[in-house]
């Protein structure tokens, strides 16, 4: 069982919720996207080496308020842990900084370059328009040699998948990725071994008991393995 896109320390508890995972069987690339969730991570993948991968980037949502210093960080997170993937990075359309050639992209291209130069799988984040991702990889020589895409809670068409897996592209498959007409549509045709399953949690998963009482990380730990099994039987659905 691998969640290939989940934030746990967003979760409550994240070592209690990280032990029960562990003790169930459950592997996942654990993803840390701003300075703090990098901090706050480290210790899992210390704890569980094999347990958890790491992955260490800057998410769009907070694009416009990094500074010099952190993209110096993270370049030493990635240096730390030499498994570690680069992101989640990307575009997103609802947060500032999203125009061609903006901020985002500055902080998107940045990454993708540390994903190059360390040949590190690149996970990334897209709301928008996915050519943009793909004419950044043309600009910088992204060209699936050195490290190669994974498009996290995948949300786009049949063409996205055409231009995407001649880059040995991953597609990581969300209970969302159902959502949109074009992507259900579009689904069956990424190869099966190109197909991974996420549940992204993250602060907005839930975590109270319909009672209102708060989950302990034992259940916790049991309804991700819940979230990820149906994300796998919907896709095998299709
Ligand atoms: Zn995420």
Known sequence: MLDFHVHLARLPEPQSTAKELEKAGYKAVVVACEPWEWNASAPLFS?????????????PMIASQILESDLETLKSWIQRFPQAYVG????????????????????????????LEF????????????????????????????????????????????KAIPLNALFSIHRDSFRKASTKAALGEIPKSKVRFETDADESFPVEAPDGTKKAPYDIAQALIQNLKNVEENWQRI
């Open 88 to 115: 989640e990075c990307g575009l997103d359309k609802r947060y500032p900084g999203y125009a061609p050639g903006d901020v985002q992209e500055k902080i998107f291209e940045f990454q993708a370059k540390l994903a």
């Open 47 to 59: 704890k569980y080496p094999s347990t958890f991968t790491p992955c260490f980037g800057i998410h």
């Open 119 to 162: 040949r590190r799988p690149l996970m990334i984040h897209m709301v928008g328009d996915y050519r943009r991702i793909f004419q950044i990889f043309e600009r910088i020589g992204f060209t699936g040699s050195n490290a190669f895409p994974i498009f996290h809670r995948f949300g786009g068409d049949k063409e996205i998948i055409k």
